[in-house]
């Protein structure tokens, strides 16, 4: 992750083309955004390595943190450590962490993805849950000797009406945190005008150039990261004013590049469209056909 080389309203940037995408056709200088491991990304992995000495989280008779009386009251923690490894065809270095919110969106990429070379956990909804389990999973691996190549945030998400419909594809060039600022009588104010930071995460620009040409019907642009979903028509239009270039919004991907980001490893985040941005209509949400087309993504993209 870069810091912005634009605002976080800014009109769309040209979508790339799958040819000028693919990694063989790349530029000989890489963008600012791209990192050493993004090359390999998406990869065939190293082969597998047996796993180290069991960790406490793998000794029931040791329990771990999640167990203390200090995390009683709250929500079980979701499969954080059902996704560590467990068997040496598990362990191999170098594997591709793709990161959902439910166990849902896990199963359907797990139905196209390759078990070998992609490790596939949920991390609970919304973008603190995201970043904090995404950065677990992050220092683990890495403390292990096996760091993973690179983290995808997936799932399903609504699509801005006109940009991207149910059933579509979206690879986010950019996870924007869309609801990190304050608001003030003349509109909103992003954390960039308040001097905190940057709202905007782009995506590895390799690893998403492999993604690219992957789906090449992929819908590349904008993918807003909101804790609360979008339920009215004034705050959709809203988003879609103040973000032009925002394709669909969802809830957990800038967390998740956070988290890839204070561990440098390269970050994307790939989702389907289950629902429009406006006015909410959960009977409405086409969750099979979001799920399907995840599916279908995973294994072009990583099966
Ligand atoms: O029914 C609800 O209102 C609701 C509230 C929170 C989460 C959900 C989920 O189904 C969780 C899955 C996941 O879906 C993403 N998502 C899907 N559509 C949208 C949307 O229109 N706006 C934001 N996020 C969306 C999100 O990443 C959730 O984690 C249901």
Redesign the pocket.
């Known amino acids: 992750m870069t810091p912005p080389e634009t605002e976080p309203g800014s009109p769309p940037r040209p979508a790339p083309t799958p040819a000028a995408l693919h990694p063989a056709q790349a530029p000989a200088s890489p963008q600012p955004a791209a990192s050493p491991r993004a090359a390999q990304a998406l990869a065939s992995p190293q082969p597998a390595q047996p796993p180290a000495a069991p960790s406490p989280a793998h000794t029931p008779a040791t329990p771990s943190p999640a167990h203390t009386p200090a995390r009683q009251g709250l929500p079980a923690r979701p499969t954080a450590e059902a996704g560590l490894p467990t068997r040496p065809a598990e362990a191999g270095p170098g594997r591709l962490l793709v990161v959902?919110?439910?166990e849902?969106?896990a199963e359907a990429v797990r139905a196209g993805a390759d078990p070998l070379t992609v490790h596939v956990v949920p991390v609970?909804?919304?973008p603190a849950a995201a970043a904090a389990g995404t950065a677990r999973l992050l220092a683990l691996a890495e403390a292990r000797g096996h760091p993973y190549r690179a983290v995808l945030s997936a799932?399903?998400?609504?699509?801005f009406p006109g940009r991207a419909e149910v059933g579509a594809t979206v690879l986010g060039a950019r996870s924007i945190a869309a609801d990190l600022g304050a608001e003030a009588p003349g509109g909103f104010l992003a954390v960039e005008e308040l001097g905190f930071g940057s709202s905007v995460a782009d995506a590895d620009a390799a690893l998403l150039a492999t993604l690219a040409s992957a789906l090449p019907h992929a819908v590349v642009g904008d993918v807003?990261?909101?804790a609360?979903?979008?339920?009215t028509a004034s705050t959709a239009a809203a988003l879609s004013s103040r973000f032009p270039a925002a394709v669909?919004?969802?809830?957990?991907?800038f967390g998740v590049a956070c988290a890839a980001r204070d561990a440098g490893v390269p970050f994307a985040e790939l989702?389907t469209?289950?629902?429009?941005?406006g006015p909410?209509d959960?009977a409405a949400?086409r969750?099979a056909e979001?799920f399907s087309a995840l599916t279908t993504a995973t294994a072009k993209a990583c099966g």
């Open positions: 959902t919110a439910v849902a969106e609970g909804v919304g799932g399903i998400a609504g699509g807003l990261t909101l609360t979903v979008t339920g669909a919004e969802a809830m957990e991907g989702r469209i289950s629902n429009p941005v909410r959960r949400w969750l979001a």
